[in-house]
């Protein structure tokens, strides 16, 4: 959905530190990401409107196949490697005693939350894409509830765990979010999160070819290990461990990436059986982190 930005006047105050020295950082399809400069915060401008964010997440956002275009290429035939890319994730959740609660904001089609449930947790998801969180309870059977965390209903402090798989960087609030998951979360209890690192080393090589920087307008923040940091603090966290983690995806997936990122389509002669199989990447730019509510 381009717009027409050249009537639409600078943000005034950035929404993680209340700076006004804010600067354009990029313009693409009538958006602009604009760079504070006393706290390093990146953030699109101006956000979506609510019913461009409904629009945004419906079927074709979890299930086109067209690579560029918003959302995620090919999420229901990658499903397989999803599950093995939260199988990893899983290992580094401490505390991982049967029974123990757990909640998935944001769960998509619920593959986390499945993963979850298989090893014990007590896990269930919330997810407000009408399409996806039907998705998850009728072709995956899990316990997928349409609705944000902030209207959840959930008692406080009655939460071990609560995950956030590339989600804050969509939130139009992220700060508000996090105040609702420090609410339901108990003392002590953990918040791990993973989001593009828009400082890593391979963000700071490609430049403006980083995919992070396509993923437009669905990104409304651009967050580094710094920016997090305040952001979890002010809402009552203490970071704890930062990572770069792989995924698996297949070696289609992977081609599509890179071909994209390259100009150059590398894999027209391979055979399908090849480009199908499933591959552990590490992209330097998937950041996890862990934070435990104060
Ligand atoms: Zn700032």
Redesign the pocket.
Known sequence: MPRDTTQTSAPER??????T?LSRFLARDGYAVYA??????RFLHPQPTSDDLVELYGERYFAHTTPGQPGYDRYLDELENIRRTFDDRLRYLPGNRPGARLVDVGAAVGTFVERARRIGWDAEGLEPSTWAAQYAREMLGQPVRTVTVEDAGIAPESVDVVTLWEVIEHLPDPASTLRAIHRILKPGGLLVLSTPDAASLVARLLARRWPGWGKIPEHLYFFDRR?LRKLLEVAGFAVESSRYVPLVVSRQYLLDRVSRVIGVSLHRKLSRAWLERPIRVNPGYDLMVIARRR
Not at 36 to 41: E, N, P, S, V
């Open positions: 950035c929404a993680l530190c209340s700076s020295d504070c400069g006393a706290c390093g915060l920016t």
